[in-house]
Nanobody, 127 residues
Framework: QVQLVESGGGLVQAGGSLRLSCATS????????MGWFRQAPGTERDFVAA????????YYADSVKGRFTISRDNNKNALFLQMNTLKPEDTAVYYC????????????????????WGQGTQVTVSS
């Protein structure tokens, strides 16, 4: 049974930082593309960042580029998202997701490209 469990969310002031983690089990982690998505109330679940299976290539939404960093530890089956200079508009539930090893560059940002999802962790940024 595949499990993805996010942690590290919380309440932070604007300009602050948080580091999200996603612990995985039941899958060969190093064979999967991994991604972070987020969903604010009343909105769709949007792409945040993705990283290839070997960790050599990363992709970011324009809204987080330069502030967020995605990384992975294939020895620990874990995914991370370092979030700096947080803004109130970053407030959302953040989800990690696992997808196929090979994706077209245009597919990393698509929800439908990912097979497994975590339950999410709440991030709230106060102004």
């Amino acid at each position: 049974q595949v499990q993805l469990v996010e942690s590290g969310g919380g309440l932070v002031q604007a300009g602050g930082s948080l580091r999200l983690s996603c612990a995985t089990s039941g899958l060969t982690f190093s064979s999967y593309t991994m991604g972070w998505f987020r969903q604010a109330p009343g909105t769709e679940r949007d792409f945040v960042a993705a990283i290839t299976s070997g960790g050599t290539t990363t992709y970011y939404a324009d809204s987080v580029k330069g502030r967020f960093t995605i990384s992975r530890d294939n020895n620990k089956n874990a995914l991370f998202l370092q979030m700096n200079t947080l803004k109130p508009e970053d407030t959302a539930v953040y989800y990690c997701a696992a997808g196929p090893r090979r994706l077209l560059s245009t597919d990393y940002s698509r929800r439908g490209s990912y097979d497994y999802w975590g339950q999410g962790t709440q991030v709230t940024v106060s102004s």
